[in-house]
């Protein structure tokens, strides 16, 4: 089984200051690694993903996510925020399931606010 | 490429009448997903589907919910009677499987959200 914890509900930071969004996830088996991104009535985005070799995974929009195995952690960071980054951040895991296929699945996500 | 396609964007019914979501995922893709948001819960898989076959349906919650795939350019999702505790964002997500274990990151619709009063 695979689980994901985002120990934050809402991270509130002021523009242009830097931005850690936390992830914990456990699984028995080697993993995948996913951050989703969320602007209001719309559906998930892939931000950036880790699959294998570097742990330090570059996304899209300025935003970057650091593998460490050993605290089995995937926290998003990104240096200077904007007030357009304001969202939900979903960090997700991905394992081979018994049936053969992979399957996602996602933390409660981490609400992004970010005022002037 | 049009992305993930569902309709209807929105959705308000009454409590025991039949309500069906609709998905077109991205050509190509062989893997569909449905998922359900709510504040509580967050973010829960209720079915997938690989190349049309229901590969794993234990996230549906009850039997009032079912999930077709008639081909690799549709799927319904299907709430009968619905129940007020059904509210919630629906989204279908599609990926490609490539065989191996690993399915390429979902792509995802911009959801239904169903409101049953």
């Known amino acids: 089984a695979q689980s994901v914890t985002q120990l934050d509900s809402q991270v509130p930071v002021f523009e242009e200051a830097p931005v850690e969004l936390r992830c914990n996830y456990s699984s028995s088996v080697s993993v995948y690694l996913f951050w989703y991104v969320q602007y209001p009535n719309q559906g998930l985005q892939l931000l950036l993903k880790y699959l294998s070799g570097s742990t330090l995974v570059k996304g899209i929009n300025g935003f970057e996510a650091e593998f460490n195995k050993s605290q089995t952690s995937f926290h998003l960071r990104k240096p200077s925020v904007h007030i357009s980054d304001t969202a939900e951040y979903f960090c997700a895991v991905s394992g081979l399931q018994l049936s053969g296929y992979s399957t996602l699945t996602f933390g409660k996500g981490t609400m992004l606010l970010v005022s002037p | ?117």
């Open chain 2, 1 to 117: 490429d049009a992305g993930v396609i569902q309709s209807p964007r929105h959705e308000v019914t009454e409590m025991g009448q039949e309500v069906t979501l609709r998905c077109k995922p991205i050509s190509g893709h062989n893997s569909l997903f449905w998922y359900r948001q709510t504040m509580m819960r967050g973010l829960e898989l209720l079915i997938y589907f690989n190349n049309n076959v229901p590969i794993d349906d234990s996230g549906m919650p009850e039997d009032r919910f079912s999930a077709k795939m008639p081909n690799a350019s549709f799927s319904t999702l299907k709430i009968q009677p619905s129940e007020p505790r059904d509210s919630a964002v629906y989204f279908c997500a599609s990926s490609l499987n490539s065989g191996q274990g690993y399915n390429s990151p979902l792509h995802f619709g911009n959801g239904t959200r169903l409101t049953v009063t």
